[in-house]
């Protein structure tokens, strides 16, 4: 089945979910010495230096434009929040959402899911499944839902329930799959022994308590289910020093870690290496991790890894002031233009074939025992 998204449906409530009413509140960015002791440059450093326009071609004009068809819902879960015109999900428990949810940005989603399939070498997932076996799936903040309908056309004998704080699920989807508003942040209400397997799929920025998250996985997991949780790094490297201090891509990933610690959500688990130490913590077993370098770009020599530095430069390019918009206006608190300037730089340097630059990801899965 096709897993391109179609119009939001509104997904099924979940009996016996409770969400805070407390709405989340916008954090203060950072001082201008706080920014500076953290290693970043001030909006005037790229706002000061113009690229010709047709290097620029990145969509981040649309920064501060706002044109939602959902907005006039009257359901609370379609009243989203607006940051610089880019629309974010409603208030929902403690959850506060880097991402966009309009459809800008569902549609970079759909480049995301390709690319980490490649990335992946075109699996789902890394667990040793037994198709037979697996009844009942979870896929913790499943976003446009192209996981949970894959892997539902995968495995049609399981049921698959994809949750998230927003609802842009697709409404056509295969019968064995639905979708819940939920906030993974909170007590997991399903009951102890249900799901054989849960996927935690680039989570960072978003989870506020590791080791609670993966004592909910735990907990719901059958004896003998797996979890398994793919991310990202949250540095760009390069082995000839091509990616310098104070890049566009080196202050990428510096206003992403500033942003985590300043939201409580860290975008370092690679680097904390926190999918292991928390889910030997939750009680997990058999736990395995795969490594794989990703370039940026298709600057690689090698074709399978610069297949895989293409996708994601797509993914990124996509939706590019979407990625920033929120980080840069909640971290900095620049404005839409100094966002933009910003934006450009990037471009330019995610297609400068002299520039080597690469991430790393990383698979993990482990066992609840029998």
């Keep these: 089945m096709s897993s391109s998204t179609q119009s939001p449906q ?5 009996k016996g979910k409770v969400t805070s009413p407390a709405p989340a509140v916008a954090p203060t960015p950072l001082s201008a010495e706080a920014q500076d002791a953290a290693g970043i440059l001030p909006a005037t450093y790229w706002t000061e230096q113009p690229l010709p326009e047709e290097d620029v071609d990145d969509g981040a004009s649309s920064l501060g434009s706002f044109n939602s068809t959902t907005a006039s819902l009257s359901t609370s879960i379609y009243r989203y929040r607006e940051v610089h015109g880019r629309t974010y999900h409603a208030e929902i428990g403690n959850a506060e959402s880097w991402e966009p949810n309009d459809q ?3 549609d970079a989603m759909e480049i995301v899911h390709h690319a980490i399939l490649v990335h992946m070498g075109g699996k789902l997932y890394f667990s040793p499944l037994e198709q037979k076996k697996v009844q009942k799936v979870l896929d913790i903040a499943t976003g446009a839902g192209l996981w949970a309908v894959d892997f539902a056309d995968e495995f049609p004998n ?17 019968p064995n799959v639905q979708f819940e508003i939920e906030d993974c942040n909170q007590q997991w209400t399903w009951p102890a022994n249900t799901f054989d397997f849960i ?9 506020d308590d590791w080791n609670a998250l993966y004592r909910n996985a735990y907990r719901v997991a059958k004896p003998g289910g797996y979890v398994e949780c793919y991310t990202t790094s949250s540095r760009f490297l390069s082995d000839d ?6 890049s566009s ?10 942003g985590g610690k300043k939201l409580g ?10 999918q292991r130490k928390c889910m030997e913590a939750a009680g997990f077993v058999d736990i395995e991790f795969k490594d794989i370098q990703v370039p940026i770009g298709v600057w690689h020599p090698e074709k399978e890894e610069a297949e895989r ?6 993914a990124v390019e996509a939706d590019l002031e979407g990625w920033i918009n929120y980080m840069w206006n909640a971290v900095l608190g620049w404005s839409p233009d100094e966002a933009k300037a910003f934006a450009r730089h990037l471009k330019r340097d995610l297609n400068n074939p002299k520039i080597h630059g690469y991430f790393m990801g990383r698979v993990a899965w482990g066992r609840k025992p029998e």
């Design 241 to 246: 020093g091509s990616v310098k201090e104070g």
């Design 104 to 106: 800008r940005h569902v």
């Design 309 to 314: 530095g293409l996708w994601w430069k797509l």
């Design 158 to 174: 399981a049921e698959v329930i994809g949750t998230d704080v927003t609802p842009i699920q697709p409404s056509w989807v295969p």
């Design 265 to 274: 959500r860290t975008f370092s688990v690679y680097e904390e290496d926190l």
């Design 199 to 207: 996927n935690l799929r680039s989570l960072m920025g978003v989870v």
């Design 10 to 14: 509104s997904p099924k409530s979940p």
């Design 249 to 258: 891509l080196d202050q990428w990933g510096r206003v992403f870690r500033e």
